[in-house]
């Protein structure tokens, strides 16, 4: 068993996995293997834009205005499975103060567990990885490195004073602290 595995496999009790972290950091791959626990599912922010508004992404004022509609549209679900005991892992980027909001709203009405995973890699290393997976072609979104360094402008590391349970991850994907 791997050592994330190990630090959110911790309650028997349904909570919600929240990922920060910059674009090509890991999110989607640490995503997929907390969700790969029992009574778990797995929304990806990313497979509901690509499906919902294909071709419909060129601005990040575009992607605003669908991730917005996507989050109200999903709020009361989230709460209802969680509610009835079902964790969830949520493949979107809680990397702004007011997304970190949203996902604190959804614990908080559903009275569960909660746990921000925060990948901590640097831009060097996100730009070689977001190349790799521009020329495999497997995800829904290309990103030049341009875009990267306009969205990641505006990311905003957690900070313990949010209340978060936070885990920090490094760029291996191992627990930091």
Known sequence: MDQETNVVACSDTAALHMVCGKIASGKSSL???L?????????????????????????LSDYMN????????????IVSLLTAGTSVVLDFPFNTV?????GASLYRAAG??????YLEVSDEICKTRLKARNLSGQHPFQTSEEQFDQITSYFVPP????????ITY??????RY
């Open 66 to 77: 669908r991730t917005a509609r996507i989050r109200t549209l999903l709020t009361d679900h």
């Open 35 to 59: 969700a790969a626990a029992p009574r778990r599912v797995l929304l990806s922010e990313d497979k509901w834009i690509a499906c919902l508004y294909p071709d419909e992404i060129h601005t």
């Open 170 to 175: 490094d760029e291996t994907g191992k627990v």
């Open 112 to 117: 569960c567990e909660h746990r921000l995973h």
């Open 98 to 102: 007011s997304a970190r909001t949203w």
């Open 31 to 33: 995503t997929a293997r």
């Open 159 to 166: 900070a313990h004073g949010e209340g978060f349970n936070l």
